[in-house]
């Protein structure tokens, strides 16, 4: 990150023991102060210069011709993709299909000008660039020569959805060399930003993950300074990050023109004449899945934080567990959610029937209750301790019939952002819905919402008798609307979602006619 000096720097520090020390002239002190102010914009041209030359990347850089470089394939069980010299491009995920009724799959980093580039830079010899040509080894490796004796060997091998670049610098040159490695990824914008996910690009800095949207790309560039990291694009369900083994790194991600643009640069390594040196860097491209995130640690340090999960993420990430487990034995995700949904609600049971035995107990206290209130009508402190005093008799709480409630809003949340989140839910079948991640196209579910959640409240408020005064008449007018409400909100939410709530309409009906015979 970039630090700022504070009031306890050491410059500010010298200053103020200087003006209190010493009398200077006002001319002295205009000198000394446009000496000062030269040295700092010569400090600041000479760095700004040094690493305009070292990791800056510019349009040129993007839209460089490197059609005289061959194009080679990259594969694995996972992935398919094109290398060109230092670029990897147009990443076919072999396991995901661009929509259910198409053959074609997923393609990362698909459009013109969208790269990964993995290479080296030099101080006192040249490096390859992405229009160098190399020559291919029989091996499967990729070598270059440069005018020094320098050699470059490129070994890759895949694994699943990583990609491992191995360099070796020889430095045969006859001199002292320095080597610095580096990776930049390319892209564009070409994803829509889901509702309650953070797309856009995505690091590791200093054991924190730093997420930027697109709109803030948009108003400006950023720059953070770590150990070890990585930096790349994540949309909903993709990620596309890259990892250099190697320490004093820099990360920017800004945006160039129509592409948006990340880079790492790590510090430069001496190789002295007649030695060697490996430089590593490990790309992920692939799903945002929390168990092949989690493969993926061993690689890229910090990989299986990048999915955020929200505020309840201590209950997201059980419930999609719960939820891909149940779906390993029903073979569908729509009957999944329809069985954890249950589970939930059985688990939830007791806390019900409280609920409603305190319903009953309030609905019994009414009489008493409106007597109190007439009583004690010009007198709020008598009021409130007589108001105690009864449900401390009857041994309720106003509390106690909004218990289930507020516990389903921490699991209804936590659901939403897991069906957002999970690749899995991504196509998945279930009636006539086809995304269980997308909202109902033919507004179905949300129409069997709101019937399920007016009949639930019919029956609640079946046996009550009417209100004892205007803010509770005004309250229940209230709540009269909110089937309504609800149904307009979830008519663009997850099917999946709105399948839950629906479900748990209907179970939470059954469980109060259960409970009421029980009762009675």
Same mark, same amino acid.
């Given at each position: ?69 061959? +194009?080679?394939?990259? $594969? !694995?069980? @996972?992935?398919? =993709?094109?290398?060109?010299?230092? #670029? %990897? ?78 360099? +070796?610098?020889?430095? $045969? !040159?006859? @001199?002292?060399? =320095?080597?610095?490695?580096?990776? #930049? %990824? ?335």
């Amino acid at each position: 990150m970039v630090q700022y000096m504070d009031k306890n720097s050491g410059f500010n520090m010298w200053n103020a023991n200087k003006n209190a020390t010493q009398k200077k002239s006002s001319f002295s002190g205009f000198l000394w102060w446009t000496f000062v102010f030269v040295l700092a914009w010569w400090v600041i041209g000479a760095f700004t210069q040094n690493k305009n030359q070292n990791i800056e990347t510019t349009d040129t850089v993007i839209s460089e011709d490197i059609s005289n470089v061959p +194009t080679t394939s990259i $594969n !694995s069980d @996972k992935i398919k =993709a094109n290398l060109q010299g230092l #670029r %990897i491009s147009n990443i076919e995920l072999s396991d995901f299909a661009q929509n259910p009724d198409s053959a074609e799959r997923v393609v990362l980093l698909g459009a013109d000008d969208n790269f990964i580039e993995v290479g080296l830079l030099s101080n006192g010899t040249t490096a390859p660039l992405a229009k160098t040509v190399w020559t291919q080894q029989a091996d499967g490796g990729m070598n270059w020569t440069n005018q020094d004796n320098v050699k470059f060997i490129r070994n890759i091998a895949t694994d699943g959805y990583l990609v491992t670049i191995t360099d +070796t610098v020889q430095n $045969n !040159s006859g @001199k002292d060399i =320095a080597v610095a490695p580096y990776v #930049r %990824i390319v892209k564009t914008n070409d994803v829509k930003s889901a509702s309650g996910v953070s797309t856009g690009a995505i690091s590791y800095v200093n054991t924190d993950i730093e997420d930027l949207n697109w709109e803030q790309i948009d108003k400006k560039s950023y720059a953070y300074s770590t150990q070890t990291g990585f930096a790349g694009f994540a949309d909903q369900y993709w990620e596309t990050v890259a990892s250099m083994d190697a320490t004093d790194q820099t990360i920017r991600v800004k945006k160039s023109g129509d592409k948006y643009l990340t880079d790492s640069a790590a510090s430069a390594v001496q190789i002295p004449n007649g030695e060697t040196k490996t430089f590593t860097t490990n790309v992920f491209v692939g799903p945002r899945e929390q168990s092949v995130l989690n493969s993926a640690e061993s690689k890229i340090a910090g990989i299986a934080d990048t999915i955020n999960y929200g505020w309840f993420w201590f209950l997201a990430r059980p419930m999609l567990w719960l939820l891909n487990t149940i779906n390993h034995v029903v073979m569908n995700y729509g009957i999944a959610i329809i069985i954890m949904t249950i589970l939930l609600r059985l688990m939830m049971w007791p806390l019900t029937r409280k609920s409603y035995t305190s319903m009953a107990a309030m609905q019994k206290m009414q009489p008493e209750m409106q007597r109190i209130q007439k009583l004690y009508a010009n007198d709020k402190m008598r009021l409130q301790m007589e108001m105690m005093k009864l449900y401390q008799t009857h041994k309720t709480s106003p509390m106690s019939g909004c218990l289930p409630m507020l516990i389903q809003i921490p699991i209804f949340f936590a659901l939403y952002k897991a069906l957002l989140v999970s690749v899995q839910m991504r196509n998945a079948h279930f009636l006539w819905i086809s995304d269980l991640s997308a909202m109902d196209p033919y507004f179905v579910l949300p129409i069997l919402m709101g019937l399920t959640m007016w009949l639930q409240q019919y029956l609640q408020s079946a046996n009550k008798k009417e209100p004892a005064n205007d803010v509770v008449a005004q309250t229940q007018k209230m709540m009269n609307w909110m089937p309504l409400l609800f149904t307009i909100m979830f008519a663009w939410m997850p099917a999946g979602l709105v399948l839950y709530w629906t479900v748990s309409n209907l179970f939470g009906i059954v469980q109060m006619q259960l409970i009421k015979r029980k009762h009675k």
